[in-house]
């Protein structure tokens, strides 16, 4: 053997006892060492279930014509005033001076809320000799166009806040806020002693017209055996009370007043 062969010759034992030098495979990497801590599994997405809101009740159509049964005159020859959605402490004073100092009654349409707020003017409306109609615990203007249970529900709460406050008062009527009235409401406030009161005279005073424009609508509807609606609550009655200074003498002197009966 020729001495320059000899390092070749090594060389090729040194790859063939570690076999790198194997035909057709390439030197395979060294395995990493293990870590010390395997890393966390990615805990899945838990996405929220949607939120379903309750269904809201159905309510009953509201009728074309106003059911029978309405009680919508005095039932005598005397104007019978009512007032509507208090009491309340800025107006319902006002409104009980003025026919105090006329020396007649009228119907307070109380609101529950507003009584089990103002017990004390629901006291003084029935010391000074006026008389009360339940008008839904929170003027519901839909309540009659719920499940019976929830009207009866609704006026029995209202009747018991109202005697809270005067607990031997009679409560004579019941008015359906906005005359959104409906047979089944009328057949369960009768079940409760409660008469339907509407009424035959709207000036529409909710909706705050001057004083003038009340009084003009108000002298030229009313009749014998009217029932006219006014409001000593429910927002500024400001207007209201301009016109009861002038229509409360007025009505007294040409017709007289009168409750409903």
């Known amino acids: 053997m020729r001495p320059r062969a000899l390092p070749a010759l090594a060389l090729g034992l040194v790859l063939l006892v570690t076999g790198c030098g194997e035909a057709g495979k390439s030197p395979e990497k060294a395995a990493a060492p293990p870590s010390d801590s395997a890393a966390p599994a990615p805990s899945p997405v838990t996405r929220p279930s949607p939120t379903r809101t309750p269904a809201k009740p159905k309510l009953r159509p509201l009728p074309k014509k106003l059911p029978a049964g309405l009680h919508r005159a005095s ?69 009659g166009r719920r499940s019976a249970a929830e009207i009866r529900s609704d006026l029995q709460r209202t009747n018991e806040a109202i005697h809270a406050a005067a607990p031997k008062a009679p409560i004579t009527w019941f008015r359906q806020p906005g005359g959104r009235w409906t047979a089944e409401e009328v057949t369960i406030a009768r079940q409760m002693g409660l008469r339907p009161l509407h009424w035959s005279v709207d000036p529409q005073d909710w909706d705050h017209p001057p004083a003038e424009t009340i009084i003009k609508r108000v002298k030229g509807a009313t009749r014998h055996g009217s029932v006219v609606l006014l409001h000593d609550a429910g927002g500024d009655r400001t207007q209201t009370m301009a016109a009861c200074r002038h229509l409360i003498p007025d009505i007294k002197r040409r017709y007289g007043i009168a409750l409903p009966r």
Request: charged letters at 20%; proline letters at 6%; hydrophobic letters at 40%.
């Open 75 to 143: 039932g005598s020859n005397g104007v019978a005033l009512t007032f509507d959605d208090g009491p309340d402490p800025r107006f319902t004073p006002q409104i009980l001076a003025q026919l105090r100092a006329a020396r007649v009654q009228a119907t307070f349409c109380v609101v529950g809320k507003q009584a089990e707020r103002y017990p004390e003017l629901v006291a003084r409306i029935v010391r000074e000799g006026h008389q009360l109609c339940n008008h839904s615990w929170h003027h519901d203007m839909n309540l």
